[in-house]
């Protein structure tokens, strides 16, 4: 991308901290902070943001009643993942992996609003995950100037042709998206997946691009290794997963696909060379030649974020031939979760909790989130399961180092009933418009065993938020690894 945007070579492990025009930074997960990459590391050139998610979005081991040991499960994973990039790209952090001061003027940069023009990319199960993250985006009053959604795939139970429903969702396209874009093809192949039309979003079917060369096909990743095509207009193959995908030149020669479409008027234009679409209407390229399309509307309203913390109220699982249980909000990005599914109230058995005890789990961290500067207050249930004395601790933990920012006052939990009870905290203005992981905890002297459920934020006055459109912000979902694990995922009887 930055050889697009600026004619010169690309960057590449071999141009470390290179005057490219622009800056590549890669999400790591474990600390939650954008690590250098490679170019130039200067705030006012574009800069491309990779969020690899790969592990969770391959995380399909399932807590079944008989397998209390095992955890996970894909349900929900998207919206949690997607709660994890909207807070890196809120609240940015940022690390020089090793690279002697390439990050030096990162450190104040934002990474949304102001005169930065953002343009979302996910592929597959990823075009769920770029939804989601449009929707915090656009709530919290930022414009997108651009979503692209590459053959998607939300595995929904619904769509496409999975029968596993991991609560994935592509919704359309939210009020405060400016424009978007999808890419998709779908054919009859068995074991390849297939991509779907998003409405509010100009699109094109590439199913005719792509001929059945191999056995079982792979055109489902042949769709980013189209994008990629039009990113690098001398590229060959996409250079990613096990080897890459090839790039020919079939792919770009005028084909009429229309009549494959849903809605075949819309699709009745050939399929352009390379050179003139897909990234070439990006902005800082060529914005003026989007098509207009009867696909850009309707957008769907989007008046207000979720307060809650996503999966604070414990419910995210999946009931099919068990419980499913997922962890999603808790594990992967930051979040302590491990080991068995959530707990039942020992009074009402369809309600999920989480149980703190001394002798099994005696704490519990969120993942990371953006406490948006309306939220003024901590509100959550709580009950004494079995009697005991010290206290449930509550505490706000900084996002990389996971080091107490911020203890809110505690349950004395000697003194608290057998019933539920609402529990509120104010929420002191310094911590508002940051990142956080959020802790309870039992003290270390407690023998008493309480349940916690419903976590959420309460909001005071909505801020207004500025926008702008100066330079280009690209962040890539790096699906394609993403994708061939979904691939090995695929046998025979159509597990997955």
């Known amino acids: 991308m930055l050889a697009r945007l600026d004619g010169q070579s690309r960057c590449s492990e071999d141009f470390k901290h290179n005057d490219h025009g622009g800056t590549v930074l890669e999400y790591d997960r474990c600390t939650g902070e954008w690590v250098f990459y490679c170019g130039s590391g200067q705030v006012d050139e574009p800069v491309f943001l990779i969020f690899n998610w790969v592990v969770e979005s391959d995380n399909v081991d399932m807590t079944a009643l008989p397998h209390p040991?095992?955890?996970?499960?894909s349900w929900g994973y998207t919206q949690a993942a997607a709660e994890g990039l909207y807070a890196a790209l809120r609240d940015p952090r940022y690390a020089d992996s090793g690279v002697a001061n390439a990050v030096d003027e990162l450190e104040d940069m934002k990474l949304v609003g102001g005169n930065r023009s953002l343009h979302l990319v996910g592929h597959s199960r990823g075009t769920s995950v770029m939804t989601h993250t449009s929707r915090r985006i656009v709530a919290a009053g930022i414009d997108i100037d651009h979503l692209t959604l590459l053959d998607p795939h939300p595995v929904d139970g619904i769509e496409g042709d999975d029968p596993v429903d991991w609560g994935d969702r592509v919704a359309g396209v939210y009020q405060g998206v400016e424009w978007s874009d999808t890419y998709w093809r779908k054919d009859f192949s068995f074991y390849d997946f297939a991509g779907q039309l998003v409405s509010g979003s100009y699109a094109r079917n590439l199913e005719c691009a792509f001929p059945e060369e191999i056995p079982g096909g792979i055109d489902h990743s042949r769709v980013h290794a189209w994008y990629h095509g039009t990113i690098d207009l001398s590229a060959g193959s996409?250079?990613?997963?096990f080897g890459g995908y090839m790039i020919t030149s079939s792919w770009y020669s005028d084909m009429d696909c229309g009549a494959?479409?849903?809605?075949?008027?819309?699709?009745?234009?050939p399929i352009l060379a390379r050179s003139v679409t897909g990234y070439n209407y990006?902005?800082?390229?060529?914005?003026?030649a989007r098509p207009d399309s009867p696909n850009q509307s309707p957008r769907i309203a989007n008046a207000s974020l979720p307060y809650w913390l996503y999966n604070g109220n414990f419910e995210q699982y999946k009931f099919l031939t068990g419980h499913f249980w997922s962890h999603a909000g808790w594990r992967y990005h930051g979040g302590s979760k491990q080991g068995d599914g959530w707990d039942n109230d020992p009074v009402d058995s369809s309600n999920n909790i989480m149980i703190l005890d001394d002798a099994d789990e005696a704490s519990i961290t969120h993942d990371r989130f953006y406490l948006d500067a309306r939220l003024d207050s901590l509100t959550f249930r709580r009950r004494r399961i079995a009697e005991g004395d010290g206290e449930l601790e509550i505490r706000l933990l900084d996002p990389v180092s996971g080091q107490s920012v911020h203890e809110f006052n505690p349950v004395i939990l000697s003194t608290a009933g057998g019933t539920w009870v609402v529990e509120s905290r104010d929420i002191p203005a310094e911590f508002q418009g940051m990142s956080h992981l959020l802790e309870f905890s039992l003290s270390e002297s407690a023998t008493a065993t309480v349940g916690i459920d419903d976590i959420s934020f309460m909001p005071g006055p909505i801020p207004v938020l500025g926008t702008g459109a100066k330079w280009l912000f690209a962040v890539l979902l790096l699906t394609a690894c993403m994708a061939a694990a979904l691939h090995?995922?695929?046998s025979p009887a159509r597990s997955s």
Do not use: F, H, K
Not at 260 to 269: C, E, H, M, N
Not at 282 to 288: L, Q
């Open 69 to 73: 040991g095992l955890y996970g499960g």
């Open 260 to 269: 494959l479409g849903d809605t075949p008027s819309d699709r009745a234009d």
């Open 282 to 288: 990006i902005n800082g390229i060529s914005p003026g």
């Open 238 to 241: 996409d250079e990613v997963g």
């Open 488 to 490: 090995r995922q695929r």
